[in-house]
């Protein structure tokens, strides 16, 4: 793919990642601050049940803000790849770059956008189950608390 349907492709997969980096990651970071606010107002450190509960969510709100984070970082690699004319030279100079940076060997060719998008989409999908967990883990120690 060349020219102005590669840029505005990768383009918009990379607007899409940054909205799909900051959701979650502002979901949870607000639930953060407010879950132990409502959780010890109503007693919910009083049950092992309702701790274990809070204890896998905050596990897993590190797994959702991690994987955002990676996520905005892919958006960024998905940005310079844009801000080439065709795929293969911006795919270059992705590898390129995460070669200088020491995360990845040089390959010895480039992957096609279509791969990055698909191992990209495979991180979404992980984010989503860590914010499925942490919401789920949440409502389970709102359930073990005491009323």
Known sequence: ??????????????????????????????????????????GAFETRHATLSLSLAAASAVAVLALSALLAFDALLFRLMASHDDETSGGAAVDDMLARMRLKPQPPSTRSLNDRMAGTRRLLIRQRAALGLFVAMLLAAGFWAPR
Request: aromatic share 8%; net charge positive; glycine share 2%.
């Open 1 to 42: 793919m060349t020219g102005n349907a590669y840029q505005e492709s990768t383009d918009r997969f990379a607007r899409m990642l940054m909205r799909q980096a900051a959701w979650p990651a502002a979901i949870v970071v607000a639930a953060n601050i407010l879950a132990p606010l409502a959780a010890s107002a109503r």
